[in-house]
């Protein structure tokens, strides 16, 4: 033991860190389930290792960019609006664009 937490033999440390790993949360949740149950040397870093090179993770972790689309210029003001809901700091916003003004 090292405090509450259980010294982790050479030979488990891959079961470990597979199970720790179960959930795909990322490399911060695995860290904090980790110091709550189990240790040993260089466990922190055996983790961001197993999170960079899980093949879900890259998949979800990839966050591809959509292109821009050019819209046409309306004739007048209120042709075309676009809106959007967002949430800041706790506040609902609508947010509304003129395409005339931008």
Known sequence: ??????????????GVLERLHDAHQGIT???ERAKASVWWPGLSQQLDEV????????????????????SELPDRPSQKVAADLFELKG????LVIDYFSR
């Open 1 to 14: 033991m090292k405090g509450n937490r259980l010294v982790v033999p050479l030979s488990m440390r891959i």
């Open 29 to 31: 949740k695995c860290r």
């Open 51 to 70: 999170v960079k090179k899980c093949p879900t993770c890259i998949k979800e972790r990839i966050n591809l960019a959509e292109p821009v689309i050019p």
């Open 91 to 94: 506040h609902p916003y609508l």
